[in-house]
């Protein structure tokens, strides 16, 4: 295992120096200028910091278009997947005397009363 010799490694003491004295410089260069001129050129800024720009009303119509056909295709989707989702027996069946009903019949349908 190789290790640097003494004298080529960097000294903590003189990296910490350089720091403080960067520090009053970086500093003045934070403070200066935070907020920019308004006629000057703005780089690169988030959506949420864009100034809002006016749409036009065919923008518009293309937006509303755009969103109907959405909303159709989620709507369609959803039936789909209702359509396809089994029911419980309970849930056809419905109320409590269609229930007892089904009941009765399932019990004749098993038993071997209806063969005599």
Do not use: C, Y
């Amino acid at each position: 295992m190789s290790t640097t010799p003494p004298e080529e490694r960097p000294n903590p003491d003189e990296a910490i120096a350089r720091a403080r004295a960067a520090r009053a410089k970086m500093a003045a260069a934070l403070t200066e200028g935070q907020e920019p001129d308004p006629d000057e050129p703005l780089g690169w800024q988030p959506i949420w910091k864009r100034p809002r720009t006016p749409k036009s009303k065919a923008a518009k119509a293309e937006l509303r278009k755009q969103r109907k056909r959405l909303q159709g295709a989620g709507k369609r989707r959803l039936a789909a997947s209702q359509s396809r989702r089994p029911r419980s027996r309970q849930n056809r069946i419905g109320n409590a005397a269609a229930r007892r009903d089904a009941r009765a019949l399932s019990r004749v349908r098993h038993s071997n009363a209806w063969l005599w």
